[in-house]
């Protein structure tokens, strides 16, 4: 494991370890009790940067474990240890694990197009499935902290009814979903035999922005993708309008993801008070289709959208929504920046300061890693 500290033109340090793959893991602090820190795999990504940010600023120790496959790291904040390495590195888990007292865990770090998941099905399963399984055999021997996993609304499936509780039956119609489910069947057998305390967070359509944020290529998201139409990019494709919803485009639940981050610290506060774990909707109950988000996008931005109309795609449902009333009666959750303007307004506002740092890294020569 090698160790570079960089630092950041705003004159902030950031400390990586670079994993090799190889060699013998690390002692620890010479018998010295190792200080604690919270471990966020994935934590450079979309979803877990407002976690992160939140856990740093209230003064935890974290370390990202993330092999920036998807994201830079440029967004993490000061103070946070990221160590560049995939989820599967025994080597670098091990490194972790004798370095600090890990006293949680939240595995954001996974493969999750769908459409890229019907291609190669097996790197799914090899990535989102046996991989952390090394991290897992890890949590275990170090006396199974609480463990927050990223699951998805895609274990549903196409669901007989909506709004969709977490009792409904699993039937995933694509690899990166049936992965989802699969993960959350080996921590309840993890949790029966070892004691692992486990709690998996069902993400109906994380959108929003809150803190940097960093586009996405391809960009695969409908918000995002809507505002770059709405900004003069390409049209937007609009997949199916003879859905059997109001307007005949798809109906889904959007989630800000400053919500989605405190349903993730509700999680981990019920389970160190003890509470069980399972699975847990977080979305709002409330589906917009790709008409009315069309709409939310041409009023927030004052621009017309636009768009082409596109067959269905395979295994997109009519109408995903959740019932998110597990979370809200047991974690005590609450979404509270998801109506479809926030999410639009702050959606944008990212966007534009996205472009506007890059307009002014590319002026001052800065090509980046
Ligand atoms: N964005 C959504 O709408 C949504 C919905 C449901 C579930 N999820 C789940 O939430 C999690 C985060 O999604 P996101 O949208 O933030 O994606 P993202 O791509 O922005 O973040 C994933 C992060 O994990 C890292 N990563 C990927 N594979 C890794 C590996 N093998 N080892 C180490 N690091 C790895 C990436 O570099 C990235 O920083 C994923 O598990 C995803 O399946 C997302």
């Known amino acids: 494991m090698r160790e570079q500290v960089e630092r950041r033109p705003d004159g902030r340090e950031v400390r990586y370890f670079w994993s090799d793959g190889g060699g013998a893991a690390g002692t620890g602090a010479g018998g010295v009790r ?33 092999n920036l496959s998807t994201s830079s790291g440029r967004t993490l904040p000061a103070g ?30 996974a493969d999750s197009r769908v459409g890229e998941s019907m291609q190669q099905p097996l790197a799914y399963f090899r990535h989102n499935v046996r991989e952390p399984l090394v991290l897992l055999e890890q949590v275990v021997a170090a006396g199974c902290p ?55 967070l069902r993400y109906f359509n994380a959108a929003g922005a809150d803190g940097p944020w960093e586009p996405k290529v391809p960009e695969t998201h409908l918000i995002p993708n809507v505002l770059a139409a709405a900004a003069g990019g390409a049209p937007l494709r609009v997949f199916g309008s003879d859905y059997p919803t109001p307007d005949g485009t798809a109906v889904r639940d959007y989630v800000h993801v400053a919500d989605l981050a405190e349903g993730h610290l509700a999680a981990l506060r ?17 589906g917009y289709s790709v008409a009315q988000v069309v709409a939310a996008v041409e009023a927030a931005v004052g621009r017309p959208v636009p768009r082409e109309m596109a067959p269905r795609r395979a295994g997109d449902p009519p109408a995903l929504v959740a019932d998110p009333g597990r979370a809200q009666r047991v974690l005590g959750w609450r979404p509270r920046r998801s109506d479809l303007a926030t999410i639009v307004r702050d959606a944008w506002t990212a966007l534009q300061a996205a472009g506007a740092a890059a307009a002014a890294a590319a002026r001052a020569g800065d090509t980046g890693r």
């Open 34 to 66: 190792p200080a604690s820190a919270v471990l966020v795999t994935g934590g450079a990504g979309y979803v877990a940067g407002p976690v992160v940010q939140r856990l740093a600023a209230a003064g935890l120790a974290v370390v990202v474990l993330d």
């Open 80 to 109: 946070v240890t990221l160590v560049r390495a995939e989820v599967g590195d025994a080597v670098a888990l091990r490194e972790v694990f004798s370095r600090w007292r890990i006293e949680a865990v939240f595995h954001f770090a």
């Open 146 to 200: 609480p463990f927050v996993f990223s699951s998805s609304a895609a274990v549903y499936g196409v669901p007989e009814a909506v709004p969709v509780a977490e009792e409904a039956h699993l039937r995933p119609v694509n690899p990166y979903g049936e992965t989802k489910a699969h993960f959350e069947r080996i921590l309840h057998w993890t949790g029966l035999a070892h004691g692992l305390p486990w709690v998996a």
């Open 270 to 286: 019920h389970l160190r008070a003890g509470g069980a774990g399972g699975p847990f909707n977080l979305g709002t109950g409330v």
